[in-house]
């Protein structure tokens, strides 16, 4: 059975001769329409009419979002670049096409490419199959190089050095501000005192504040600018550590949205993209996400629809470890039990770690410790794996001076909890932790 494709290629004599190639010879590949421009293709796309599309990489407008709507409708993709177009190859691969092919190849080769392609997007896990930002060449496509023969090459000549990726610790919490930013700017600032290289990201969609925290007042380019290259297939890990702010000791910070209504910029696909690359270039990744994981877009619109949400979602469903955090006060109690229970529908596969902050007894009772462990057991099934003390003078001191606490209040208990839980993700003991520490001491 031939394969139904879609071919939107600029140059016109390059796209009729494979046409007519495809034609008279029994390819395994028919063509069903020649597409004009990107739309006239996205359209074309949508009727399931086509399973691939075979574009040029100077096609106007293409971007990670169109490849994104091409996934979603089954269509796979394949590339056509000059011959020897290095900066051409690399784009469509840092957007997401495995399939990169010389314009000048045979028709067999691009009628195979065609094939493979589409197999493998079927082969693809999750429906609709998303195909993934900095793709590996498939079998054979090598970008200028055509199919190779089978063997023949030397054992490992060609494989690629296995790149270490950093951790991705995400940081939730429920509406009513529990203290996400909190816990995320500490928790960073102590994993990198540990001697941990960390990137800090701030992805809240609702209007991000970390900037404000860590004394970065102009409004400077960060996740929004990253996700607009990773949109446009121009991100790389460089341009990517050019784009964060670094804060000294190992921390760097990529600086969120100032402003809520700048959410549009935040394409959930494009974030994922910066994920994949910030894991390239720190041992940790601590991103503080949105409260909201509300996915009715559908409702309201019939189109592709925008997702205010879609930023936290892409998060969290990255995400290695997922900290949950809940506010120590009644109120926040029970906005957190029915919170969690949203992010345990909205992520399925996220195993939350529950912090708790802001706490107190003042508001408790008790033992504010022992009576807020038993409650989260009783009403999550989880016990929390840190408390953290609310201590308003630290905390008021480190924001008044955009400072970090572990800097302005080292002593702080809350300082001292959030350390302990960097402990627990390092690996480090509090015995090892007060022996390196008596160490430091002698040394002066």
Do not use: K
């Amino acid at each position: 059975m031939s394969l139904p494709i879609l071919t939107a290629v600029t140059d016109s004599v390059i796209e009729a001769g494979l046409v007519s190639a495809f034609d008279r010879r029994d390819l395994g590949v028919t063509v069903v329409r020649r597409c004009v421009d990107l739309p006239d293709l996205l359209a074309a796309a949508t009727t399931g009419a086509a399973r691939a599309a075979l574009l040029s990489a100077d096609l106007r407008r293409l971007d990670r979002d169109a490849l994104i709507r091409l996934a979603a409708s089954g269509v796979a993709v394949v590339g056509l670049i000059a011959p020897g177009d290095e900066d051409a190859d690399r784009r469509l691969r840092q957007l997401g096409v495995a399939a990169v092919i010389p314009a000048d190849a045979t028709a067999e080769v691009v009628a195979a490419a065609v094939v493979e392609a589409t197999r493998a997007l079927a082969d693809m896990a999750a429906p609709p199959a998303l195909p993934p930002a900095f793709s590996e060449p498939l079998t054979g496509f090598r970008g200028a190089a055509a199919l190779a023969p089978v063997g023949g090459t030397a054992s490992g000549a060609d494989e690629p050095a296995e790149l270490v990726e950093g951790r991705l610790i995400a940081v939730w919490g429920p509406v009513g501000s529990p203290g996400r930013t909190t816990i995320a700017l500490g928790l960073a600032a102590e994993l990198a005192g540990l001697g941990q290289s960390t990137l800090l990201i701030d992805a809240d969609s609702y209007g991000g504040s970390i900037g404000q925290h860590v004394g970065l007042l102009e409004e400077a380019p960060g996740l929004a600018a990253a996700a607009r290259s990773a949109n446009q297939g121009l991100l790389d890990v460089p341009r990517l550590a050019l784009l964060c702010r670094d804060l000294g000791g190992g921390l760097r910070v990529l600086p969120g949205i100032s402003r809520p209504s700048r959410w549009p910029e935040l394409r959930p696909a494009s974030v994922e993209t910066v994920l994949a690359l910030s894991r390239r270039l720190a041992s940790f990744v601590v991103v503080d996400c949105g409260f909201c994981l509300e996915t009715d877009e559908e409702l309201s619109f019939d189109t592709a629809a925008p997702r205010r949400n879609g930023a936290t979602l892409a998060v969290l469903g990255a995400a290695d470890s997922v900290l949950a955090v809940a506010s120590a006060e009644p109120v926040g109690l029970v906005r957190f039990v029915r919170g969690l229970a949203e992010l345990r529908e909205a992520v399925p596969l996220a195993d939350p770690l529950i912090v708790v902050n802001r706490l107190r007894g003042s508001v408790v009772g008790g033992d504010p410790r022992r009576e807020v462990s038993r409650a989260m057991a009783r009403h999550t099934g989880r016990e929390p794996v840190a408390l953290v003390p609310h201590d308003l003078t630290g905390l008021d001191a480190a924001a008044a001076s955009g400072q970090l606490l572990r800097d302005i209040a080292p002593t702080s208990p809350a300082r001292l909890a959030i350390r302990d839980l960097a402990d627990r993700f390092v690996g480090v003991s509090g015995g090892a932790r007060r022996r390196r520490s008596s160490l430091r001491r002698a040394s002066r």
